[in-house]
């Protein structure tokens, strides 16, 4: 948490420098480009979790214990990830992940044991966890640029370009190979990466002349009750992203193999979640406006483990995949709302700490969830996603009123 709070984001041409003119409108659209690649290539992999997990012969544990390798990866690398955005720039940072992640993806699908895909998923996480501090510190700067509150719109294209690429993912699942499917996202990904990432390394965000000359101070330090504040919004994004980690890896497999719906319709139920997702949070602003932060908070967290109830306990298919969409639609604005308010307790350490704890959560759920299914069942363990989400609306209602904290020197 130390160095997670002392997190500065710096990009190429910072104070000092001679930044190039900024583009704020190209510079929000290829931020947007490369939250929906990553979106994108995470549920092309996800959905061939099932095809992987056969090819490799592992069981259900085993398979939790390879996809820790994402896990362990990710969250090693997030922590790193600050000081390489310190001081290369976040934009920069942002590309040469850009490049990483789509060679990475096609390495589960060359693998024949669980032992090997744990460690290909290693480097996995490590490109997967990079991007997203990267991304979002980036994205944090340019909301305080603009001085809006657009990150939602960010955190929609991550889920748009999931559900894209899990409707796609499904529609070639019994036609293309895992090898075959994965190596053309690896091309996909470098090619948007090669249009967008130029973008990114060309312009920088316009600071405040106030702003420019306090980001040459030395950093602050936060005070221990705003520490602990941190922390609660960390475990309120930890507690919905765990979710939105559980259903990527194993909602496909619970349709598939305890429901018995076809290979597609089992794909098309992350693309459903996401799609849900992505609605509300495009709808977020809105209702941030006509709600206020906590009561979007709790109605969200209820929300979604009322769904995740139905989805994971259901008897059939179509009411299990009406969980996951109403699930989708209650985990939508959490995280977004969490992270904010971090930042606005913190600044950008303050987002980085709560981004970390977040996709913690998202990448740490897979192998909880594939340990309870080898001990109770797979539709038991998805029910510890209802379980986090109630914790959820349940911390986010006793953090109410919480006030802005100062950091002191």
């Given at each position: 948490?130390?160095?997670?709070?002392?997190?500065?984001?710096?990009?190429p041409?910072?104070?000092?420098?001679?930044?190039?003119?900024?583009?704020?409108?190209?510079?929000?659209?290829?931020?947007?480009?490369?939250f929906?690649?990553?979106?994108?290539?995470f549920?092309?992999?996800?959905?061939?979790?099932?095809?992987?997990?056969?090819?490799?012969?592992?069981?259900?544990?085993?398979?939790?214990?390879?996809?820790?390798?994402?896990?362990?990866?990710?969250?090693?690398?997030?922590?790193?990830?600050?000081?390489?955005?310190?001081?290369?720039g976040s934009h920069?940072?942002?590309?040469?992940c850009?490049?990483?992640?789509?060679?990475?993806?096609?390495?589960?699908?060359?693998?024949?044991?669980?032992?090997?895909?744990g460690?290909v998923?290693?480097?996995?996480?490590?490109?997967?966890?990079?991007?997203?501090?990267?991304?979002?510190?980036?994205?944090?700067?340019?909301?305080?640029?603009l001085?809006?509150?657009?990150?939602?719109?960010?955190?929609?294209?991550?889920?748009?370009?999931?559900?894209?690429?899990?409707?796609?993912?499904?529609?070639?699942?019994?036609?293309l190979?895992?090898?075959?499917?994965?190596?053309?996202?690896?091309?996909?990904?470098?090619l948007?990466?090669?249009?967008?990432?130029?973008?990114?390394?060309?312009?920088?965000?316009?600071?405040?002349?106030?702003?420019?000359?306090?980001?040459?101070?030395?950093?602050?330090?936060?005070?221990?009750?705003?520490?602990?504040?941190?922390?609660?919004?960390?475990?309120?994004?930890?507690?919905?992203?765990?979710?939105?980690?559980?259903?990527?890896d194993?909602?496909?497999?619970?349709?598939?193999?305890?429901?018995?719906?076809?290979?597609?319709?089992?794909?098309a139920?992350?693309?459903?979640?996401?799609?849900?997702?992505?609605?509300?949070?495009?709808?977020?602003?809105?209702?941030?406006?006509?709600?206020?932060?906590?009561?979007?908070?709790?109605?969200?967290?209820?929300?979604?483990?009322?769904?995740?109830?139905?989805?994971?306990?259901?008897?059939?298919?179509?009411?299990?995949?009406?969980g996951?969409?109403?699930?989708g639609?209650?985990l939508a604005?959490?995280?977004?709302?969490?992270?904010?308010?971090?930042?606005?307790?913190?600044?950008?350490?303050?987002?980085?700490a709560?981004?970390?704890?977040?996709?913690?959560?998202?990448?740490l759920?897979?192998?909880?969830?594939?340990?309870?299914?080898?001990?109770?069942?797979?539709?038991?363990?998805?029910?510890?996603?209802?379980?986090?989400?109630?914790?959820?609306?349940?911390?986010?209602?006793?953090?109410?009123?919480?006030?802005h904290?100062?950091?002191s020197?």
């Amino acid at each position: 948490m130390p160095q997670l709070n002392k997190l500065r984001t710096a990009l190429p041409g910072g104070p000092g420098g001679n930044p190039a003119p900024p583009s704020s409108s190209r510079l929000r659209t290829a931020l947007t480009v490369f939250f929906a690649l990553d979106g994108f290539l995470f549920a092309g992999w996800v959905v061939r979790i099932p095809a992987i997990k056969q090819q490799t012969g592992a069981s259900a544990a085993t398979l939790g214990l390879a996809l820790l390798g994402v896990s362990a990866g990710a969250v090693i690398t997030m922590m790193l990830t600050g000081r390489l955005c310190h001081r290369f720039g976040s934009h920069t940072v942002t590309v040469v992940c850009g490049v990483l992640l789509p060679l990475s993806i096609a390495l589960p699908a060359q693998t024949h044991s669980a032992l090997s895909l744990g460690l290909v998923l290693l480097v996995f996480g490590a490109a997967y966890g990079g991007t997203n501090v990267a991304m979002n510190s980036a994205a944090v700067d340019l909301v305080t640029a603009l001085r809006r509150p657009v990150m939602p719109s960010f955190h929609a294209a991550f889920s748009l370009g999931g559900m894209v690429g899990a409707g796609l993912g499904g529609l070639v699942a019994g036609g293309l190979s895992p090898a075959t499917h994965l190596l053309l996202l690896t091309g996909f990904g470098l090619l948007v990466t090669a249009v967008a990432g130029p973008v990114l390394l060309r312009h920088t965000v316009a600071k405040p002349a106030a702003e420019a000359a306090a980001s040459t101070e030395r950093p602050k330090r936060l005070d221990g009750r705003a520490r602990r504040v941190v922390l609660l919004f960390g475990m309120i994004a930890l507690c919905t992203a765990y979710g939105e980690g559980a259903l990527a890896d194993w909602g496909a497999l619970h349709l598939e193999q305890d429901l018995h719906a076809h290979p597609g319709i089992a794909a098309a139920g992350y693309s459903l979640f996401a799609m849900a997702m992505t609605a509300g949070r495009l709808s977020g602003t809105a209702l941030l406006e006509r709600l206020g932060q906590t009561r979007t908070l709790v109605a969200g967290g209820g929300t979604a483990a009322a769904g995740m109830l139905l989805g994971s306990l259901a008897p059939t298919t179509w009411l299990a995949l009406l969980g996951f969409a109403v699930t989708g639609l209650g985990l939508a604005n959490i995280f977004p709302v969490a992270v904010s308010r971090a930042g606005e307790l913190a600044g950008p350490g303050g987002v980085a700490a709560a981004s970390t704890l977040g996709y913690g959560g998202m990448l740490l759920g897979p192998p909880a969830i594939g340990f309870l299914t080898d001990w109770f069942s797979l539709p038991a363990a998805l029910t510890t996603v209802a379980l986090l989400a109630a914790a959820a609306a349940a911390l986010g209602y006793g953090a109410r009123n919480v006030a802005h904290t100062g950091a002191s020197e």
